[in-house]
């Protein structure tokens, strides 16, 4: 499977779920997660890939460079749509994963920010793994809500095809 159409498959599996919240549940926080409810997750992963998509076209991603405190954290119809368009831009992306791409981050509140090289690939994987990462977090924040995601939701793809396979 190809890099793309997995980050696609995980926002797809991110609207699946959303669709199964109400603004009541999208909104609750809790204060053990710092008062980050399951839009501000949402909005979190969806910066991220925007970031990515901007960075196809200026050859410099900047994961720091995001909206913070948007209508798509607060508004559950809005991070569906979000979603769905993030996903479609996505999907339409051309993109040579073995081309080189600059990377900047804020690594320490001190200092300046770092740049790096990478690889768009590369890029693609950690948004994988970003994602899953915050869909685990809104998998659990969900459960507390009485919504229980589908098996694999917020898993690890190596967690999940070790399991398989000792499974069988």
Known sequence: MNLLRANCELLQQGIQLL???????FNATDPASYGSGIGAHFR?????????????AVG???????ERDTLEERELAVALESLAEVSGRLEAAEVDVESTVR?????S????????VSS????LQFLVSHTVHHFALIA??????????????GVAPS???FLNSVQR
């Not at 669709?19 to 549940?25: K, V």
């Not at 925007?50 to 196809?56: H, P, Q």
């Open 159 to 161: 967690t999940l095809k």
């Open 19 to 25: 669709s199964r919240h109400d603004e009541r549940t």
């Open 60 to 66: 410099l991603i900047d994961y720091d460079n995001r």
């Open 140 to 153: 659990i924040a969900s459960r507390m809500q009485g919504i229980f995601p589908e098996e694999g939701f």
């Open 120 to 123: 768009f690939g590369r890029e």
């Open 44 to 56: 979190h992963v969806l910066d991220h890939y925007r970031s990515f998509l901007e960075g196809i």
């Open 103 to 107: 990377v900047k981050v804020c690594a």
């Open 109 to 116: 509140t001190e200092g300046e920010d770092l740049h790096s």
